[in-house]
Each structure stands twice: as C-alpha cells, then as structure tokens.
C-alpha cells in the first residue's frame, strides 16, 4: 500500500521561509515522479512543482526561483523548500507521485498525500 505522508506546514511571516518534506512507503516501481500541488480556499488544486526520478525540474510560473523541490531517492522523500513566502502562497500542500504506464504496468497511477496547510501571514 503506497502510503504519503507530508510534514513542515505551519505558519510563517510574509518574506519569510518554510520547509515542507514527503515520505514516501510502498513503492515498488523504479521509475515516477514526485511533487507538490497545493490548493488555496475557494480554489482548484494548482501545480507547485515536479521532480523526476532523473532529477529533472518542473515548476510553475508563480514560484519565480522562491522555492526549491528536492529529491532523495535512497529516503523516498521529496522536499520542498520556500523562501520569500507571500500571502498569496497560503494554501494546503499537497505531496503527489505519478507512476507513468511503463511496461510492464499497464496503468498510469497517481498518489496523494493528506495534505499540510501553510499560512503566510503577519
């Protein structure tokens, strides 16, 4: 059972700093994505930022080099770091790892963690 579970919300200061980590249980495959989504009241779930296996780096346009994904592939952990933060950055974050159909799954998949809520706010 493949199991997320996000830690480091809280409340923190505009312009100032807070870091978020997932770890990841049950995965067997080799290959998969993780990242961050978060959602902000009275809003749709937006992507935050991927990172694959390889290391490659996806991130929105809003991050403007404010925050950093990073992943550890011997811990199954996924962080990421956010600097700068602004009120608008308030939401609940959301860790997610995609498994893509390689063969011999057959099936793309995709995993959530519960979430954790970050406030920036003086």
């Known amino acids: 059972q493949v199991q997320l579970v996000e830690s480091g919300g809280g409340l923190v200061q505009p312009g100032g700093s807070m870091k978020l980590t997932c770890t990841v249980s049950g995965i067997s495959d080799d290959i998969y994505t993780m990242g961050w989504y978060r959602q902000a009241p009275g809003k749709q779930r937006e992507f935050v930022s991927v990172?694959?296996?390889?290391?490659?780096?996806s991130n929105a346009h809003f991050i403007k080099g404010r925050f950093t994904i990073a992943r550890d592939n011997a811990k199954n952990a996924v962080t990421l770091q956010m600097n700068n933060l602004e009120p608008e950055d308030t939401a609940v974050y959301y860790c997610n790892v995609h498994i893509p159909d390689i063969p011999p799954r057959e099936k793309a998949m995709d995993y959530w963690g519960k979430g954790t809520l970050v406030t920036v706010s003086s």
């Open positions: 990172i694959s296996s390889g290391g490659y780096v």
